[in-house]
């Protein structure tokens, strides 16, 4: 039998969001759609009467479970792939794909991996900085005023998902590194590659963007990181083995 799309593996995430009202509709919306929670990133108001009056009794529930976080990397380490959501384009905002676009590879992922749908906060959006923990990055198409409300935008995100989910998917389906993982993977690559001078010290995100990219459209197993990790582990020991070498022969030399 092929695996289901399972919607309770499928998080909103909001980072960061300046109106409870907004958390609220989110809940709302989480419920309509029959989502699996709701995670709040350092909000700037967290009034929960305010939140669950817009969120109403249907959806107290939801107002029940939230996940509270204060730190981004912290709040989406237990995923293992992670849509952000963005207005903007830009040279370092590549690859954007539509709602209707990324909702079934959402659908057959969420049968066997915790996914999440990234919300940047109402006034700017999420930092490009936060969108390199991302996987993918989604615009929603508009006509000539881009921005949404932020419940707008979950509603039409979970709309997609739903929508897709209800439609066949692939019989394989494979489990996919978390966040977590990834990112201690980026950090020690990052490490490495700096030390052996492949990128530059001064300005080493520039090219980690790139290369996370590149990444990022292999969708890495937990197994796959740990093989890079492992070739990560021989480098630094190599490299260290040949400075050790070096400084010994350069000593032997001044005798």
Known sequence: M??????NNVTIVLH???????IGAAARVI????????TVVAPYNYDESRIRKMATHEASEIIDQIRIETDLKEA????????????????????????NQIAPRIAELSAHNRTAFLFGPEDRGLTNDNLRRCHALVNIPTAEFSSLNLAQAVMVMCYEYFMA????????????ASRLELDNMYDHLKDVLIRISF???QNPDYWMNNIRRFFS?????????SIVRGIL?????YAEKRFRDGRDLAGKGEQ
Do not use: C
């Not at 459209?217 to 990181?225: F, M, S, T």
């Not at 582990?233 to 020991?237: A, E, K, L, T």
């Open 2 to 7: 092929p695996p289901k799309p399972n919607p």
């Open 16 to 22: 960061r969001p300046g109106s409870p009202e907004n």
């Open 31 to 38: 419920r309509n759609m029959g989502m699996g929670g709701l």
């Open 76 to 99: 989406l380490a237990p995923f293992h792939y992670v849509v952000g959501t963005t207005a903007r384009t830009g040279r370092q905002r590549k690859d954007i794909v539509t709602p």
């Open 165 to 176: 989910a209800s439609s066949p998917i692939p019989e394989f389906t494979p489990r996919l």
């Open 199 to 201: 990128i530059n010290r």
């Open 217 to 225: 459209r292999l969708e890495l197993r937990a197994k796959e990181v």
């Open 233 to 237: 582990r021989q480098m630094d020991w």
